[in-house]
């Protein structure tokens, strides 16, 4: 693999702190949340940044590259227009789904708002590998892909992270960005030892690293972006750099920013970090012999690369398996029954071979019943998340409970960000308004569409009482939806027809 590009030191670029951050000594590169900028019409601050010779990264948040559908030709093209604006070197996005339910699974299509933990499974890792394929192939410079921090966990999982990523890396030769505040919260939140998950990672593949801070409440890290970075994730990037030489490492801070003295101290205690003598050799794997990783207990388990004469999975005449990774003749997800062992994976220029899960237009898809295997859970779980279905078996409903009321929170901040004249009208109001709405009603088309869908709903209702503050609403609605709100009868009519599309 081509060692990747050399990047330094930077941070995350955000209109909020753009001022700052040109005058941050020393910094070498940023990074730019993709789908907030256009191509042609970039800000003054990155244009400047740009003729000083920093570079610019775009980062991706919606593509949803290990969610069930292949994806969104529209969403790539974007994705490779803003990477061809700012001449980056790479491109990164994020392993996980963003939404769910459409028509692969005859289910209304969800929007979650926000990045979900792919299960790691062999359906979810060979449904990734051929979407990574898809957009590799429509990007114009190399992908790197990020592990995210979560507050659930699937059950049935089969493999750990380290090993997931691993051998995403070794099928499609996907390049890695490594987040160690999310490391971090996925041992607070799931008991993932991190320092494990480093040992199996193919260190090679890091493109670049992101270091971002949070807090712990109630015994759950939240992965805030709005506070200092913690000394247990400056000691996980510590243990990385044991191994290797991360490329660039990246500060992230998304809101509640602090003074640019804050921001500029706290980028030279990464660099000290990097800095302090390594204590363990960098740890060497052979081309072709993935290192033998070791299982829950312990005990060694099989290369992380399988052929066809090793299956991931036994065929159902074993029925054997107990759904934590030795194999079993149904899915640890959705409870359907597997037809058969997975065949060979499919080698790129050859086509998929044949198996159940293959089509045989390697054009169509490699793997339509992994994939809809994986729809059926992703959209059950994200129904529950944001629509009030129960919760699929398996999961723990405390943490669910806890995930629900994240996502409920993250939806009202983006809402108030995007539409500042809703909280301005309502006032006190609209938190306590707008999570009353969000509790059974999921987002139909990102963020800007819900707030007028929120207003909508409140119209209806002859909300807010105040005459006054109605109007208003009423006005800021008319301009950006329609000239008036729907009746009452035609929002029942709405409301009747997704009910049975439910059902």
Same mark, same amino acid.
């Given at each position: 693999m081509k060692q990747p590009d050399r990047l330094g030191t930077g941070i995350g670029w955000r209109p909020e702190i753009a001022a700052a951050v040109e005058r941050l000594p020393g910094l070498d590169w940023v990074e730019v949340v993709a789908e907030n900028i256009c191509p042609g019409h970039l800000p003054d601050s990155l244009r400047r940044l740009r003729e000083r010779g920093v570079t610019v990264v775009p980062h991706g948040v919606s593509l949803g590259l290990g969610g069930a559908e292949r994806p969104d030709a529209r969403r790539l093209a974007d994705l490779a227009a803003r990477a061809e604006s700012l001449g980056a070197p790479l491109v990164t996005e994020h392993i996980a789904f963003v939404r769910a339910g459409g028509a692969l699974t005859a289910s209304p299509r969800l929007e979650a708002g926000h990045l979900l933990p792919v299960p790691r499974t062999r359906d979810a890792l060979d449904v990734l590998c051929e979407n990574v394929r898809i957009a590799q192939d429509s990007l114009p410079v190399p992908l790197a892909l990020e592990n995210i921090a979560a507050l659930v966990s699937w059950p049935g999982e089969e493999m750990t992270e380290g090993r997931f990523l691993a051998e995403l890396v070794e099928r499609t030769g996907v390049r890695l960005l490594i987040d160690v505040a999310n490391l971090h919260t996925n041992h607070v939140n799931r008991g993932e030892d991190p320092v494990?998950? %480093?040992?199996? =990672?193919?260190?090679?593949?890091? $493109?670049?690293?992101?270091?971002a801070g949070g807090l712990e409440r109630d015994g759950v890290w939240h992965d805030t972006h709005a506070h200092p970075v913690p000394q247990p994730v400056l000691d996980i990037l510590a243990e990385l750099r044991s191994r290797t030489d991360p490329p660039g490492v990246l500060l992230e801070r998304d809101d509640d920013f602090p003074p640019e003295e804050e921001l500029a101290a706290e980028l030279e205690t990464i660099r000290a970090t990097l800095a302090r003598p390594t204590r363990r050799a960098p740890r060497t794997r052979v081309e072709g012999s993935p290192a033998t990783r070791t299982d829950e207990a312990g005990a060694a388990d099989e290369p992380a690369s399988r052929t066809a004469?090793?299956?991931a999975v036994p065929g159902p005449s074993?029925?054997?398996?107990?759904?934590?990774?030795?194999?079993?003749?149904?899915?640890? %997800?959705?409870?359907?029954?597997?037809?058969?062992?997975?065949?060979?994976?499919?080698?790129?220029?050859?086509?998929? !071979?044949? !198996?159940?899960? $293959?089509?045989?237009?390697?054009?169509?898809?490699a793997y339509p019943a992994a994939r809809e295997r994986l729809g059926l859970a992703q959209a059950a779980l994200l129904s529950a998340l944001v629509a009030g279905t129960p919760a699929p078996e398996g999961f723990d409903t405390r943490r669910l409970r806890v995930q629900i009321r994240a996502l409920a929170a993250k939806r009202a901040d983006v809402v108030a960000k995007v539409a500042p004249e809703l909280p301005e009208i309502l006032g006190a109001g609209?938190?306590?308004?707008? %999570?009353a709405y969000a509790k059974s009603r999921p987002m139909r088309d990102g963020y800007?569409?819900?707030? =007028?869908?929120?207003?909508?709903? =409140? =119209?209806?209702? $002859?909300?807010?009482?105040?005459?006054v503050a109605r109007r208003r609403l009423t006005r800021w609605w008319q301009d950006r939806a329609a000239p008036r709100p729907p009746r009452r009868t035609t929002r029942f009519v709405r409301a009747a027809r997704a009910a049975l599309v439910r059902g």
């Amino acid at each position: 693999m081509k060692q990747p590009d050399r990047l330094g030191t930077g941070i995350g670029w955000r209109p909020e702190i753009a001022a700052a951050v040109e005058r941050l000594p020393g910094l070498d590169w940023v990074e730019v949340v993709a789908e907030n900028i256009c191509p042609g019409h970039l800000p003054d601050s990155l244009r400047r940044l740009r003729e000083r010779g920093v570079t610019v990264v775009p980062h991706g948040v919606s593509l949803g590259l290990g969610g069930a559908e292949r994806p969104d030709a529209r969403r790539l093209a974007d994705l490779a227009a803003r990477a061809e604006s700012l001449g980056a070197p790479l491109v990164t996005e994020h392993i996980a789904f963003v939404r769910a339910g459409g028509a692969l699974t005859a289910s209304p299509r969800l929007e979650a708002g926000h990045l979900l933990p792919v299960p790691r499974t062999r359906d979810a890792l060979d449904v990734l590998c051929e979407n990574v394929r898809i957009a590799q192939d429509s990007l114009p410079v190399p992908l790197a892909l990020e592990n995210i921090a979560a507050l659930v966990s699937w059950p049935g999982e089969e493999m750990t992270e380290g090993r997931f990523l691993a051998e995403l890396v070794e099928r499609t030769g996907v390049r890695l960005l490594i987040d160690v505040a999310n490391l971090h919260t996925n041992h607070v939140n799931r008991g993932e030892d991190p320092v494990r998950a %480093l040992d199996e =990672l193919p260190v090679e593949a890091v $493109a670049y690293v992101h270091v971002a801070g949070g807090l712990e409440r109630d015994g759950v890290w939240h992965d805030t972006h709005a506070h200092p970075v913690p000394q247990p994730v400056l000691d996980i990037l510590a243990e990385l750099r044991s191994r290797t030489d991360p490329p660039g490492v990246l500060l992230e801070r998304d809101d509640d920013f602090p003074p640019e003295e804050e921001l500029a101290a706290e980028l030279e205690t990464i660099r000290a970090t990097l800095a302090r003598p390594t204590r363990r050799a960098p740890r060497t794997r052979v081309e072709g012999s993935p290192a033998t990783r070791t299982d829950e207990a312990g005990a060694a388990d099989e290369p992380a690369s399988r052929t066809a004469a090793t299956p991931a999975v036994p065929g159902p005449s074993t029925g054997t398996g107990t759904g934590t990774g030795t194999g079993t003749d149904t899915d640890p %997800l959705t409870g359907t029954r597997r037809d058969a062992a997975p065949g060979p994976e499919p080698v790129a220029g050859t086509g998929p !071979s044949p !198996s159940t899960d $293959a089509y045989t237009d390697p054009v169509t898809d490699a793997y339509p019943a992994a994939r809809e295997r994986l729809g059926l859970a992703q959209a059950a779980l994200l129904s529950a998340l944001v629509a009030g279905t129960p919760a699929p078996e398996g999961f723990d409903t405390r943490r669910l409970r806890v995930q629900i009321r994240a996502l409920a929170a993250k939806r009202a901040d983006v809402v108030a960000k995007v539409a500042p004249e809703l909280p301005e009208i309502l006032g006190a109001g609209y938190r306590p308004a707008y %999570l009353a709405y969000a509790k059974s009603r999921p987002m139909r088309d990102g963020y800007r569409r819900d707030a =007028l869908d929120f207003a909508e709903h =409140l =119209l209806v209702a $002859a909300r807010p009482e105040d005459p006054v503050a109605r109007r208003r609403l009423t006005r800021w609605w008319q301009d950006r939806a329609a000239p008036r709100p729907p009746r009452r009868t035609t929002r029942f009519v709405r409301a009747a027809r997704a009910a049975l599309v439910r059902g």
